[in-house]
């Protein structure tokens, strides 16, 4: 039987004063880092998008902090104290559930606010999702998009995904379990069902697992409709490839469906990078021709 390790040692150094953007575990709590500790045991406040997730992480550390949420519907009112309590030369770390802070999580405004006002915000880097699906996932890493999440809705989504179906670079999402199916049917209908791609699950921790294969055939996968867990979508770079006539009217008749002629045809025109004008008309040859939904 493997012994226990000690409990680290933490750093004692006076923490300066400013706001900590601090990455916590995705998952295994053994993946923060020990300055990750050294600036969660000193700082005045910690921001974090829930404090039960982060109560926890603490509590299994031997650390207590006081603690304000800070998540899209708290900022606003969390923001204005961690912000008093900088001027005043306090220390405030920000975190969210899982990860990196800032990535497809709230908080930039904050470290906006508090670099704008010339206070000292330093970074203290470790897990992110992002990061480590794409080191496992054996597509090309030179280049890469993070998209986030992608629309909840088909008809959003496929325009959406229209905008990046050329880019060059391995795309990376954020998906929840629940829409896992949809959204890697849509990705094959608009990206390609050969496109070579990589769904990644419940990284680091009990179950993590990686599906690899092109993506229609992870849309056909029994094992991939609603599975439990946090997902990370990975696909292979596109080709830079010429928009075709098809190609426009099926933007068109998407974006037709929630926007009028005119917006529909600016938004495909900046995805597909075809001429407004020419969209346009057909946007309303399509109306006309009574192909749309009412």
């Known amino acids: 039987m493997a012994r226990a390790l000690p409990p680290p040692i933490l750093d004692d150094a006076p923490l300066a004063p400013g706001l900590y953007v601090v990455a916590t575990p995705i998952g295994n709590l053994r993946d923060i880092t020990l300055r990750a500790l050294d600036v969660l045991k000193q700082v005045d406040l910690v921001l974090a998008e829930d404090t039960r997730v982060t109560g926890k992480l603490l509590q299994a550390f031997g650390l207590k902090a006081a603690l304000e949420r800070h998540d899209e519907h708290a900022a606003e009112r969390a923001r204005p104290k961690a912000m008093a309590l900088l001027e005043r030369g306090g220390r405030v770390a920000l975190v969210s559930d899982a990860g990196t802070p800032l990535i497809s999580d709230p908080g930039y405004r904050l470290v906006r606010e508090a670099a704008a006002a010339g206070h000292n915000v330093v970074p203290i880097p470790g897990a992110s999702a992002l990061l480590a699906g794409l080191s496992a996932a054996g597509l090309p890493t030179d280049r890469f998009l ?85 997902i990370v979508i990975l696909v292979a770079p596109g080709r830079e490839t010429e928009a075709t006539a098809a190609d426009a009217d099926t933007a068109l008749r998407d974006a037709l469906a929630r926007l ?35």
């Open 146 to 230: 993070f998209v986030g999440f992608p629309p909840p809705k088909s008809a959003a989504r496929r325009t959406f995904l229209t905008e990046f179906a050329g880019v060059r670079a391995t795309l990376v999402f954020f998906e929840g379990g629940s829409r896992l199916a949809d959204t890697l049917a849509d990705m094959a209908a608009v990206l390609g069902p050969d496109r070579e791609a990589v769904v990644a699950r419940e990284i680091t921790k009990l179950y993590e697992t990686f599906y690899r294969g092109p993506l229609g055939t992870l849309a056909a996968d029994p094992k991939l409709d609603a599975p439990k867990g946090e």
């Open 260 to 294: 009028k002629p005119a917006d529909a045809a600016a938004e495909v025109a900046k995805a597909l990078g075809l001429p407004r004008r020419d969209l346009y008309r057909r946007a309303l040859e399509l109306k006309d021709l009574g192909e749309l939904k009412p």
